[in-house]
């Protein structure tokens, strides 16, 4: 099953794939030792909501749309060029993004749109999907009846 930590390195693998090692890839703060360039990837807001035609709660397998909208924080090497370094690199998550494999399945990135503020990069991209659970049915361990015959 396809979770958000499975879309975070699936990210990371792509990012990797385009970039190279040079660029490390966070999941987690860190608080000291920061190695630019690198990115720092998050899911904000992600979502569930189960599909209106599957409301009926006696069926045996729901359906779901899962939204999960990521930021990837990219923190450029190049002091005098921040800006156009954090530029090239989104045009090249543009394309690096659009298909990622996680758990053997492609996910195609939508909403695609980033925006640089204090010297840092900002690349949103969102992975949206659709989920099926399945419940076990609910059944009696036994059950007995007295019949009285009159």
């Not at 999960?68 to 045009?91: M, W």
């Amino acid at each position: 099953m396809i979770t958000v930590n499975s879309i975070i390195e699936a990210i990371g693998a792509a990012l990797n794939a385009e970039l190279g090692d040079g660029c490390t890839v966070y999941a987690e703060e860190i608080k000291q030792g920061l190695e630019m360039p690198c990115f720092f990837v998050s899911c904000i807001n992600p979502s569930d909501r189960q599909l209106m035609g599957n409301a009926n709660r006696h069926m045996l397998a729901a359906r779901y749309y899962r939204e999960n909208r990521f930021c990837i924080q990219y923190f450029p090497g190049d002091e005098n060029n921040r800006r156009r370094e954090s530029y090239e690199t989104a045009e090249r998550l543009f394309g690096c993004l659009e298909e990622i494999c996680a758990e053997g399945d492609t996910i195609r990135g939508t909403d695609m749109n980033f925006e640089y503020t204090d010297g840092i990069l900002s690349f949103f991209v969102s992975y949206n999907f659709f989920v099926y659970r399945t419940r076990e049915p609910t059944v009696m361990e036994k059950f007995e009846r007295d019949v009285l015959n009159k």
